[in-house]
Each structure stands twice: as structure tokens, then as C-alpha cells.
């Protein structure tokens, strides 16, 4: 079984980029950060909630920390499931707004990087419109997906790190 859980704190101040807040302020934006879920019974994706309010700018792309880590069970060889990240379809269909590398893939073995697996999600904005992205409003949505490796393809490769690290 795979479970959501939110990095440590100092985790997600690292990644955060936010400049110029108080720990106390920057406390306050992790301890409302909400973990992914269905937004209905039949979701086949969870939805990934904005940790801030974000003025999205028209032409601009964003990194957002979201303070969350999807986990698999170790002891249950759960690690033949892959999380794929995609934007929330409203955001694309009326605004055009996509992830910077298309879809996300999460491997099952990113959560035991230094980085705690700490998932950030890259958006672009390429209209010439600003949206309002607001705290606690789902923006992207993660889908879990159960795969097969092929017969000789498969590695004992140990991974470190986050975008590209698999090729590092």
C-alpha cells in the first residue's frame, strides 16, 4: 500500500523559494498544507492542493513545493507503481496552464532521497493571461499506475535526488 505524507518542515523551507517571510509565517502556510486526495469515489487521480496563493502570470512558469511525499511499502515489494503527475484539466482546458516537463513521473524509490522525495511541480503559463492559483484550490493530480519492467531491463541502480537524477 502507498500513502501521502508531508515533508519535514525544514524540507519544504528549502524548497518553498519564498523569500523574505518570517519561520512563523512560512509555519503557517506547512501546517495548512493538505495531503493529496479524490475529490470523488470514482477520482482515479488525487488532487494536489496549492500550499499559497500564486498570481500566475501570463508567459511565466512556476515551481511549486508542495510539502507532500508519496511513499510505497517496502516490506510489501509495493514498488512496482509508478505516480504520474498531471495538471487539473480545468486549468488546461480553459487557460492553457501545463507541467513544464509534460507529466510527472514519481518512482517508487524517490521518497528515500536526501530531498525526503519531496514532489515539486513545475507549471507553465503560456497565454498572455494571469490566474489566480489560490491556498487549499487543487492544481495538478497524481494518478498511481502499476507497471510491468521488461525481462532484462531491469536494475539494482540505487537513486539519489530529484528532476533527472536517473541519469546522473
Partial sequence: MSCFEKVSFEQWKADCGVRGLSDS??????DAIKL???ATAA???CDFYMPFNLNFEGGSSFRIATGVRWVCDREEN???????????SGL????????????????????DSDNEGHIIISLVNPSDTTVMLEE?????????????????ADSEEARNGGFGSTDR
Avoid: H, M
Wanted: proline share 7%; glycine share 14%; charged share 25%.
Fill in 36 to 38: 493529496p486526495r479524490q
Fill in 136 to 152: 487549499g484550490k487543487p492544481f495538478a493530480q497524481g494518478i498511481v499506475v502499476k507497471y510491468e519492467v521488461p525481462d532484462g
Fill in 43 to 45: 477520482s482515479a487521480g
Fill in 78 to 88: 509495493d514498488r512496482d507503481k509508478v505516480l504520474l503527475i498531471v495538471p487539473r
Fill in 92 to 111: 488546461g482546458f480553459k487557460y492553457g496552464i501545463r507541467l513544464s516537463n509534460t507529466v510527472g513521473v514519481i518512482d517508487a524509490d524517490y521518497c
Fill in 25 to 30: 509565517g512560512l509555519r503557517e502556510w506547512y
